[in-house]
């Protein structure tokens, strides 16, 4: 599942408002395998901390900062070939690093495309779905 998560980031890259990933490694310790991620750190902390810090009630400025920043994100995200949908954006995967908001953990975040046509993704259509798919993409 990580691994996944590493080949998604890869495939972002450097953008402002997306985390940075400097480097990963998988650790096999005696049969136990751990994903070691080197990432950016943010010490503004989470936009969940910033709307506590203002008792839930930011002001239309700064709400404005922050859609201008996570959208500038999710653009970059969706011009990628294919497109990475992020599936997963809430407010505490979105950080605060130098007065830039960033996102992060891209655990959710896939390639695949929806099948307008049926309204999912390929990899949870049934049986009949599938076969019908691949026959059109054929």
């Known amino acids: 599942m990580l691994e996944g998560e590493i080949k ?5 890259g450097d953008h402002p408002n997306i985390v940075k990933m400097y480097d990963s490694a998988l650790l096999d ?4 395998k751990y994903l070691l991620v080197l990432m950016e750190l943010c ?6 901390d910033l709307i506590k810090k203002y008792n839930g009630e930011l002001s239309e ?3 404005i900062f922050v859609l201008r920043d996570v959208s500038a ?4 995200m969706h011009s990628l070939k294919p497109p ?6 809430k407010v505490e995967n979105i950080l605060l690093e130098s007065k830039k908001f960033k996102i992060c953990d891209f655990g959710s975040a896939t390639t695949e495309t929806l099948d307008y046509k049926y309204n999912t993704a390929f990899y949870y259509m049934n049986i009949a779905q599938r076969q ?5 993409n054929k």
């Open 43 to 48: 010490t503004g902390g989470h936009l969940i």
């Open 29 to 32: 310790d005696d049969g136990s």
């Open 84 to 89: 990475v949908a992020h599936r997963d954006l």
């Open 132 to 136: 019908k798919q691949s026959k059109q």
């Open 8 to 12: 998604i980031w890869k495939k972002i």
């Open 61 to 63: 400025k700064q709400i």
């Open 73 to 76: 994100g999710i653009k970059h």
